[in-house]
């Protein structure tokens, strides 16, 4: 894949190796950011790795940067060590799932075994990664609906306060009305306009 786009990895390099393969594409202008974290084993996978994000700072083809971060693995000379096929990235989304932020993965039907923290994270320059952290966790998409949905969750916030003052598009109301229905309903029996199916 050719693509100037965030892009992201799996990395079973040693960190010395690829934190020096990540500081040459940056020292040629290949790249200009990049961050990573190192992750253990979880109970489904088959070793511990790190999980790379890169933003390009130039059009790069992927297959020339798997071959970038090859490396030698003296326990294994004919297989060297390597990143598997870049995928382009999100860059919210990465920050929160490779932290493996609770409330992220919950999101989206998952957990995980190990959580991580923000200090866990690598990064070419801390206050770049300071801003991209703090926007993953409070200006995302996920932030914005997830800060909805705990203000619902605790009452801070009447339903049609949040389309009132435009947090929540108009278009949207029936959904609201859907999830307090949903609250105070699960479990019971409500027929809505409709008999008893026993009843003639």
């Known amino acids: 894949m050719r693509t100037s786009k965030p892009i992201a990895t799996i990395s079973y ?10 500081d040459e594409l940056v020292k040629a202008h290949k790249i200009s950011d990049w961050m990573y974290i190192f992750h253990l084993r979880e109970e489904d996978e088959r070793k511990d790795h790190f999980h790379v994000w890169l933003k390009p700072n130039t ?7 798997q ?21 382009i990235s999100k860059t919210d989304d990465w920050v929160l799932y490779s932290e493996h932020f609770a409330p992220y993965l919950a ?8 959580i991580y923290s923000k200090s866990d994270f690598r990064f070419m320059d801390e206050d770049t990664f300071e801003d991209t952290y703090q926007h993953a966790h409070k200006g995302s998409d996920w932030a914005h609906r997830n800060q909805i949905l705990e203000s619902l969750r605790s009452g801070q916030v009447r339903p049609q306060d949040l389309v009132l003052s435009g947090t929540v598009p108009l278009n949207l109301a029936s959904q609201l009305n859907a999830l307090k229905y949903m609250e105070t309903h699960y479990g019971t029996l409500d027929r809505g306009v409709h008999d008893n199916h026993e009843e003639e």
């Not at 390099?13 to 990540?22: A, G, P």
């Not at 999101?107 to 190990?114: A, I, L, N, T, Y």
């Open 13 to 22: 390099n040693t960190e010395s190796h690829l934190r020096m393969k990540l």
């Open 59 to 65: 059009l790069l083809d992927t297959m020339d940067l």
């Open 67 to 87: 071959k970038h971060f090859e490396e030698l693995d003296l326990k294994n000379p004919t297989k060297p060590l390597r990143c598997i096929d870049f995928k």
């Open 107 to 114: 999101s989206k039907g998952e957990s995980r075994e190990v």
